[in-house]
């Protein structure tokens, strides 16, 4: 691990020039985006959607219904995040563009990708498939980026005497990603994996309904349930709906995502074993069943061994520069095959925005300005206290038995259930509605960043603190040349995923409904929000790009360079 003073270098200069691949990210966007308000043009006049009874007697079913959705959304989002990270980190002309795609798609909001995801559907599926679809779909854009920025951070920090044994033993792609990749990323994955969980719970209510002017489309679950129960103003409906929420997430938790966290410390990074190892009383009862271990050898094991032996039969030994360039060539090809349609699709956006006036786009200005001074404020609040909390999880087991389960369950209740009851609590103090949608990216978006501190965390080798031990460093001294060091790359991708989804989250948090009334505030995120509900196509593509812009320019000149630094500087050897 290199030297910790450098944690504190970062201080350097940040400028660099833009490249080829911004501008083709950047229009590609534009060309989707347009191509979604265009679809929303093409919206039935009026849908109506299912009936949503209060009733706790129906949650049950809302339960299973939503909890499904998520379901379908994360199995997207690994399969997503396995192919477009392990091609970001492996090539690197294709990564110029595809970590900037990345992070500007987790920021686009939800409301943008709305239209051209359900228009789509609906024109080749039917109304209730195609709803499903979308609903599944727009949750998948809630999970899967953190997943992605997660295995690519994994990938591109593997230390390289691991790297060069694999080279050595000639592994094959397959049995690379087998023994060593995936192994080496299963703790980061799986916090992550939860924290996506508590983003698809975020949005839930977004993906189940959404309403562009007379336009209605909705779909009974857990999110419907308490949209429906915010716009009646009826706090004992929300109460159900909160609680039916946490425990399917105590469910969850207790069933699924303890048992995988104690299954993954087998792959921290160690030479020794932890003192405290995490527990799971189901992984365990699992472990000592005769029964379960007979249907698992039996079901799983021997396809596995076959698709084991297949794969690796299959795929070549050396996959390396003849990959690439294969991969080069495909890249220009498809490059060359979208050209055409990029560029008339660009046109015919920026005709759209001719109809956008100069004191909107004045608006639009102020507006971008004002949400920066919110994230920044967000995520300034979220690093002061996870970082230590985080660490303290992550490095005490008994602690994280009881705290890990809390965490879970606050992390994955809708902060967009809770706001209306938070709105009114926050509107006579000081700041009111700026106070409250600050809260509100805050609640939205600070997880991402535990989750990854609490990877890092536990992902620090015993050995290490063993050593920090023997050689009695203080509690200063400990943090700077140990955990800071350590925490650098999860940190960075937490935040990245952390103000993404601040960016996202303020067309909830500058614009809300409650009770029949609408509350505002000045941001882009209350631009975009109410675009969308009024069918203002052309502002809704002008603010969604602006958005956009700027946050492809933070990315560029921070991010990115925050990014290379703990891949070359921090990485664990």
């Not at 290490?464 to 200063?476: E, K, S």
């Not at 937490?494 to 000045?522: L, M, P, R």
């Amino acid at each position: 691990m290199s030297h910790p003073s450098r944690l504190f270098r970062i201080a350097q200069p940040l400028l660099r020039p833009p490249t080829w691949g911004d501008a083709v990210v950047f229009m590609s966007l534009a060309a989707l985006i347009y191509l979604g308000v265009h679809l929303g043009l093409s919206a039935p006049p009026a849908i109506k959607g299912p009936e949503i009874s209060l009733s706790p007697g129906h949650l049950l079913y809302y339960a299973g219904l939503s909890t499904g959705r998520m379901a379908a959304a994360y199995l997207l989002s690994v399969i997503f995040s396995l192919i477009y990270g392990t091609f970001a980190a492996n090539h690197r002309g294709a990564e110029k563009i595809l970590i900037p795609l990345l992070d500007a798609l987790q920021t686009i909001p939800i409301l943008s990708f709305l239209p051209v995801v359900l228009l789509s559907f609906i024109a080749i599926f039917p109304l209730r498939l195609a709803l499903e679809l979308s609903s599944i779909f727009l949750i998948f854009t809630s999970q899967t980026w953190n997943l992605t920025f997660a295995w690519y951070q994994s990938l591109t920090t593997i230390p390289r005497n691991l790297t060069q044994a694999s080279t050595m033993f000639h592994f094959n792609p397959w049995l690379r990603f087998r023994t060593l990749e995936l192994p080496f990323a299963a703790i980061s994955l799986i916090w992550n994996s939860m924290a996506s969980w508590a983003g698809g719970w975020f949005f839930l209510m977004a993906a189940e309904i959404f309403s562009a002017g007379e336009r209605n489309f909705r779909l009974p679950g857990l999110g419907m349930y308490l949209q429906e129960a915010a716009n009646q103003g009826d706090l004992k409906a929300i109460a159900w709906g909160v609680g039916a929420l946490v425990l399917t997430i105590v469910i969850l938790d207790q069933l699924i995502w303890r048992p995988l966290l104690a299954w993954s410390d087998r792959f921290k990074f160690q030479l020794s074993e932890s003192e405290t190892p995490p527990t799971s009383w189901f992984y365990d009862a699992l472990r000592s069943s005769r029964l379960i271990r007979g249907v698992t050898h039996a079901l799983g094991h021997r396809p596995w061994v076959y698709l084991d032996e297949w794969l690796t039969s299959r795929l070549p030994k050396a996959a390396g520069e003849r990959r690439g360039q294969r991969f080069t060539w495909l890249w220009y090809t498809l490059g060359l095959t979208v050209a055409l349609v990029l560029a008339y699709e660009v046109y015919q956006a920026g005709l759209m925005l001719w109809a956008v006036s100069f004191k909107q786009w004045g608006a639009l200005g102020l507006g971008i300005l004002t949400t920066l001074v919110r994230v920044a404020a967000a995520l300034a609040i979220a690093l002061a206290w996870t970082l230590p909390v985080g660490v303290a999880i992550g490095t005490n087991q008994r602690l994280a038995a009881w705290l890990q389960p809390v965490v879970q369950i606050t992390a994955s209740i809708p902060a967009t259930a809770l706001f209306p009851v938070l709105l009114l609590m926050l509107l006579g103090l000081p700041g009111g509605l700026n106070l409250a949608a600050i809260l509100l990216m805050l609640l939205g978006t600070q997880w991402y960043l535990l989750f990854n501190i609490i990877a890092g965390a536990s992902a620090i080798p015993q050995d290490l603190h063993d050593t920090a031990t023997l050689l009695q460093l203080g509690r200063w001294e400990r943090w700077r040349t140990l955990i800071l060091p350590a925490l650098f790359p999860y940190a960075i991708t937490g935040a990245i995923t952390a103000a993404g989804g601040a960016w996202n989250a303020s067309i909830v948090a500058e614009y809300t409904q409650f009770g029949g009334q609408t509350f505002k505030t000045i941001g882009i995120g209350s631009a975009i929000a109410q675009s969308a509900a009024a069918g203002d196509y052309p502002l809704l593509l002008a603010a969604t790009l602006t958005m956009l812009l700027t946050v492809g320019t933070i990315n560029r000149l921070v991010w990115q360079r925050l990014y290379r630094m703990a891949e070359s500087r921090y990485r664990m050897e």
